[in-house]
């Protein structure tokens, strides 16, 4: 299933979920991103590679609307979202994973997981959620922030496939993680992209992105440097390792 996604969207025949053109993006008045396109499949996994500071995660945050200051063209489904508020967004069927987590500390695993209100038919119930996260499962009493770092990522993930959106913006799943927990991470991200979702992630770990995504964008500088296959990334590897500084 995972090969025959992936080979449709290589190909070019899957229909294109997420249009961004000549994005450009501020924190106030110091402008980050410059002109930024790239398009996005439906059952595509797409990485944002780069160096910390390049604009990965601003790319993310300004298609989620958390920056007010942006110009260009982000469509979603062909509907444009520059002018949507972050709320609006999310009810078209975009959810946001940040790099933080964002896990209630006050909160069981149950209760972090239920928080998040249903906006799209189609999402993943409870029991749904904790066979596929069989690690949650076995915590579901426990508070949210005394579970591992992998467990907190793996809950913070499990959330946002409750609410019905089928565009999920991933921001440095892997960071800050122990080897066999990444694995683990990258295992249930392709579970997950098996079940027909749609992926944008971040990611500075480049082992990482090649082992899970169709295609990579590289973000030097709030540009776009580079678009590869994963077979191109592959023949370009030494290449790219300049771009994250490795």
């Known amino acids: ?17 997420l249009s ?4 450009n993006a501020w924190y106030a008045e110091s ?70 987590r964002a896990i209630f500390s006050s909160l069981s695993v149950r209760e972090n997981l239920l928080l998040p209100p249903v906006l799209q038919p189609g999402g993943m119930s409870e029991d749904e959620l904790l066979a596929t996260f069989p690690n949650l499962k076995a ?17 913070a993930i499990a959330r946002i496939l409750r609410n019905g959106s089928r565009l999920l913006l991933l921001d440095e799943p892997s960071e800050g993680l122990a080897p066999v927990v990444v694995q683990e991470i990258r295992d249930l991200i ?3 992209k098996e079940k027909g979702y749609t992926i944008l992630l971040v990611e500075q770990n480049l082992r990482f992105a ?29 290449r790219i390792k300049t771009y994250l500084g490795v």
């Open 210 to 238: 090649r082992r899970v995504a169709d295609r990579h964008v590289v973000i030097e500088n709030g540009k776009v440097a580079d678009i590869l296959t994963a077979a191109e990334l592959e023949k370009s590897a030494d």
């Open 31 to 100: 402008k980050v991103l410059h002109g930024v396109s790239f398009d996005l499949r439906e059952g595509e996994l797409l990485t944002l590679i780069g160096r910390n500071g390049a604009g990965k995660t601003t790319t993310l945050r300004s298609i989620m609307g958390l920056l007010r200051k942006r110009t260009g063209s982000i469509r979603f489904k062909n509907e444009e979202l520059i002018g949507r508020r972050t709320f609006e967004i999310a009810r078209k069927g975009i959810a946001y994973c940040p790099e933080e």
């Open 20 to 23: 961004v053109n000549n994005l």
């Open 139 to 155: 915590r579901a009493s426990s508070q949210g922030t005394k579970l591992s770092g992998g467990e907190q990522q793996m809950l």
């Open 190 to 192: 392709l579970k997950i």
């Open 1 to 17: 299933m995972r090969e025959a996604a992936l080979s449709n969207a290589q190909a070019g025949t899957a229909p294109v979920m």
